[in-house]
């Protein structure tokens, strides 16, 4: 069965700091997708980044970095000189069927 | 154009009672999956409909039931409702043939069961 693991259950940095949120998967499937997504306070949650399998090109975009690595089963998440409209849960998730599965999240405090 | 729409916001019930929420896909979405967010918790996949019909679904008792209609609105209902039941319920929309299966949230509705 897939799996989802966010070790960090809370992250809190003082504003221009960077900082990175990990994601680790489990899963014995060959073809799948990786996601981020952003949940501020209201709830509604913000899609960030999709990677798949077979693509393991990092991505920058903006102050927002992506670091997926097959071999760790990795798929984490960079934020540089962070800023307090950062601060919110950040889920990282799986997909190969059309369902995602979700991390437990990172709270990510980002102080003035 | 339109995002995920759910209604109500928020809402309370007493156990054992039932509720029922309802979603708007994204414009030219035609595949709706609900998911449960617990407290504190991501959040946990329920079922997935297509084409009026469910697709797939999660680990999720009997209780929890959906529907789509024709123009791919979906409710989610959950009957005889358990203390446990209170959390926040969104909406996913997406577009079948996407072979990334990018899903766009609605803003979710919470439910309080006392």
């Known amino acids: 069965a897939q799996k989802v693991t966010q070790a960090q259950t809370e992250i809190s940095v003082v504003e221009k700091e960077d900082v990175t949120l990990d994601c680790v998967y489990e899963?014995?499937?060959?073809?799948?997708?990786l996601f981020w997504y952003k949940q501020p306070p209201s709830g509604e949650l913000v899609f960030l980044i999709r990677r798949n399998s077979f693509d393991e090109q990092n991505e920058i975009s903006g102050r927002y970095s992506w670091n997926f690595q097959k071999s760790t089963s990795s798929f984490n998440f960079t934020i540089t000189a962070s800023q307090v409209v950062d601060s919110a849960v950040y889920f990282c998730a799986f997909s190969n069927t059309g369902k995602l599965i979700f991390g437990q999240g990172t709270t990510l405090q980002v102080k003035p | 154009d339109a995002g995920v729409t759910q209604s109500p916001t928020h809402l309370i019930k007493t156990r054992g009672q039932q509720v029922t929420l309802r979603c708007s896909p994204k414009?030219?979405?035609?595949?709706v999956s609900w998911y449960q967010q617990a407290l504190g918790q991501g959040p946990q996949f329920i079922f997935q409909?297509?084409?009026?019909?469910?697709?797939q679904r999660g680990n999720f008792p009997d209780r929890f039931s959906g529907h789509q209609f024709p123009n791919y609105s979906s409710e989610l209902n959950v009957n005889a409702l358990l203390l446990g039941d209170s959390a926040l319920y969104l909406c996913a929309s997406s577009q079948t043939g996407q072979i990334y299966n990018e899903q766009f949230f609605g803003p979710g509705t919470r439910l309080t069961v006392l």
């Open positions: 414009s030219g979405h035609d595949t």
């Open positions: 409909y297509y084409e009026e019909e469910e697709r």
């Open positions: 899963t014995r499937d060959t073809t799948y997708y």
